[in-house]
């Protein structure tokens, strides 16, 4: 049996300011690509095929609204994408 290799992994992270957000992360090092960005998402650049989606809690949210019956605990804080 072939295992299944991850390609790109996005981690979607919710945030309250995503404008001091994306400055914090600035002056740290991080660079974002600005064909996933508008008023409520970011897309860091972490690594080679290895983002983070800084999402506005309102923007999180509505990935996470309904209970998912194939999660054993419900995210909260984060949510990987592979």
């Known amino acids: 049996m072939v295992a299944i290799r991850a390609k ?3 981690v979607n992270l919710p945030v309250q300011d995503l404008k001091k957000s994306v400055e914090f992360f600035t ?3 991080f660079e974002f690509d600005a064909n996933f960005t508008d008023e409520s998402a970011t897309c860091m650049i972490i690594g ?5 989606m800084l999402l506005v809690e309102e923007r999180f949210q509505s990935f996470i609204s309904k209970k998912s019956p194939m999660l054993p605990i419900q995210p909260k804080s984060s949510l990987p994408c592979l």
Request: proline letters at 0%; aromatic letters at 18%.
């Open 8 to 10: 790109q992994i996005f």
């Open 27 to 29: 002056k740290v090092g």
């Open 48 to 52: 080679e095929n290895i983002y983070a």
